[in-house]
């Protein structure tokens, strides 16, 4: 294990311009990656705080009793897709269009009665606030007796839905483009490093040394490039999180976790990068 680590590590004392040209074109790849991934977790964070704002609303026929109505948000709350339930009385629904709706404030002078329903207010959890589960929801408040209907949004909350899978599939398209690049180079300067020491690997299987032995120097060296790239593209983001938090609007940055796994990607890469190199080149030399 310490001649691999040792040979791994002369491989950059042996070519510091191709190591450094490889780590360098490395981490630019995981940068525009990293970037990208910058405004996906913020335009995921938006996506998130306009989902909070997913409400299923059921008005309630004139004449519900109080009872009924304390009844059926136990049952409510109850569903497992729900996260709070809150009656709003006939009175609380004008005082609080009175307070939102100011540019109505001389109708609201003419009103004689009250014309707004008393309603029950469904907020769901942040699991269940995808179109399906919300019209499932929907569908059971319907079911009571005294519900007189229920709005939701349909429209938006299948737009955001929609949202969200473009969002996925945009990613999983532009981060495997990004690693599909990144794998290439590595694999190539893995490739003229095997070719460099083509005469000192055939000397060491004329010794009687396995291809596995030869090879783990190299996969070493991928893993290490990789990783480094990761880290040097992790510290560009930062950089440019930085520049875009203080000129430009308020950003989110990577978790703990999600820049550990960019860094953990870009030494998956190398590894990825080596074998597919080392194992095609190495039966040539």
């Known amino acids: 294990m310490n001649l691999t680590i040792r040979e791994a590590l002369l491989a950059f004392r042996r070519a510091p311009l191709l190591s ?30 306009i989902a909070q704002r997913v409400e299923i609303v059921a008005y309630l026929l004139p004449g519900t009793p109080g009872e009924t109505v304390t009844l059926a948000l136990k049952d409510i709350e109850a569903f497992p897709e729900v996260q709070a339930a809150n009656y709003v009385s006939e009175d609380s629904a004008l005082a609080r269009a009175k307070r939102e709706l100011v ?8 009103l004689e009665n009250n014309p707004l329903p008393a309603s029950i207010e469904v907020k769901l959890k942040p699991s269940f606030r995808d179109a399906a589960h919300v019209n499932v929801v929907a569908d059971r408040l319907r079911g009571f007796g005294f519900v007189d209907d229920v709005h939701f949004g349909r429209d938006w909350v299948e737009k955001l839905d929609r ?13 495997g483009a ?19 020491r083509s005469r000192e690997i055939a ?40 520049l875009i938090n203080r000129f430009l609007i308020q950003a989110t940055f990577f978790t703990k976790v999600q820049a550990l796994a960019i860094i953990g990607f870009g030494a998956l890469i190398g590894l990825m990068g080596s074998l597919l190199s080392v194992g095609r080149h190495l039966k040539r030399v």
């Open 178 to 196: 990004f690693a599909a690049v990144a794998i290439i180079i590595i694999g190539t300067t893995i490739r003229m490093a095997v070719l460099q």
């Open 20 to 49: 450094a040209l490889s780590v360098t074109t490395i981490a630019f790849s995981l940068f525009v990656l990293g970037l990208f991934g910058l405004v996906a977790v913020n335009f995921q964070r938006a996506l998130n705080e």
């Open 203 to 242: 000397i060491m299987r004329l010794v009687g040394a396995t291809d596995g032995f030869i090879r783990r120097p190299f996969l070493l060296q991928g893993t290490i490039k990789g990783l480094l790239g990761g880290i040097v593209a992790m510290g560009f983001s930062f950089g440019a999180y930085y």
């Open 103 to 110: 540019e109505f404030r001389d109708q609201y002078r003419e």
């Open 163 to 175: 949202l969200r899978q473009l969002a996925a599939a945009v990613g999983i398209v532009v981060g």
